[in-house]
């Protein structure tokens, strides 16, 4: 059932808004349980000396959900879903980093099966200087604003053509039946549908399922490992749709396809399967060279 524009209205006012900053301290321990929490194998990942490239959300989680409900109503909570994330890389978190978070609401978009509404969430260090940009889309499940405000996020989407091509790499992970529960306390996520069956049923969903930024960090890792030589510095942009959910105990499947190379960088297109079903669409990474 859809809910209609004369029961709901987003604040228009919020759009263009930047939310205060919060402040956000790195440490090495952090940057390594959330490596763990998404079994990547890559080792300065896994002793904190880095931050896995998808570890940028957290600094900027608690501004993200505050944006989202400076625009969208609280009572619509649980019928967000996270619809595209996109990620654009200045340089990798380090312990030690001292970052400033903030958000800024961008658009919104009504449609008879949701609403879309778009932020700019930005992080910058002591000094100032940007470390990540990034656009993250909410969808919120059968609710019709009736309008659109503001702009959308910039486009990522794949190009059909690449299917005739050999793929450059495939890589086969398994997401653990306590996924979730080591994902949540590391990521700082601790949203009910994925952690608690009865939540998760009655938010129409199958049981619970794993984070969408937590299948993100998997395509990160494969990413690095097959085309980067792990070396997180390379990755300049990591973009995804989200298209269905991904449950604990599944095996997934990351297939890239080069598209472009230019300017000393190569931009790779991606999808994510699980038993032949798309669980992320319109994936990019753009590395250095």
């Known amino acids: 059932m859809t809910t209609t524009p004369a029961q709901v209205r987003f604040n228009a ?26 079994n990547d194998p890559i080792a300065a ?18 501004s993200m959900i505050g944006g989202a409900f400076a625009v969208a109503p ?14 654009h890389f200045h340089r990798p978190i380090r312990p030690g980093d001292v970052l400033s978070a903030r958000t800024k609401p961008l658009g919104f978009s009504g449609a008879a099966n949701g609403t879309t509404l778009v932020f700019l ?6 000094a100032g200087e940007l470390v990540n940009e990034q656009y993250m889309t909410a969808f919120f499940r059968n609710v019709d604003v009736g309008e659109t ?3 959308l996020a910039p486009p990522h989407k794949f190009d059909e053509a690449l299917r005739a091509d050999v793929p450059v790499a495939t890589v ?27 939540s998760a049923r009655l938010a129409g969903l199958p049981g619970i399922i794993i984070h969408g930024l937590c299948t993100q960090a998997f395509t990160s890792w494969a990413v690095l490992t097959e085309l980067a030589d792990s070396d997180t510095a390379r990755l300049r942009r990591l973009a995804v749709r989200f298209a269905k959910p991904v449950l604990p105990g599944q095996d997934i499947t990351i297939t890239i396809w080069k598209a472009a190379s230019a300017d000393g960088v190569t931009t790779y297109a991606f999808e994510t399967t699980v038993d032949g079903e798309v669980v992320i669409k319109d994936g990019l990474a753009e590395i250095t060279n």
């Open 172 to 198: 086969v992970a398994h997401m653990d039946q306590d996924q979730t529960f080591r994902y949540a306390p590391a990521s700082g996520d601790p949203m009910p549908i994925h952690l608690d069956e009865e």
């Open 149 to 151: 405000v503001g702009e």
């Open 13 to 38: 006012d919020s759009i263009g808004v930047w939310s205060d900053a919060e402040t956000f301290e790195v440490t090495q321990e952090r940057l390594s349980q959330y490596a763990a929490a998404t």
């Open 74 to 87: 609280p009572e619509l909570a649980m019928r967000v879903v996270h619809g595209m994330q996109d990620f």
């Open 45 to 62: 990942h896994l002793s904190g000396e880095i931050a896995a490239p998808v570890f940028a959300v957290v600094p900027v989680f608690m």
């Open 121 to 126: 969430l930005e992080t910058r260090d002591a």
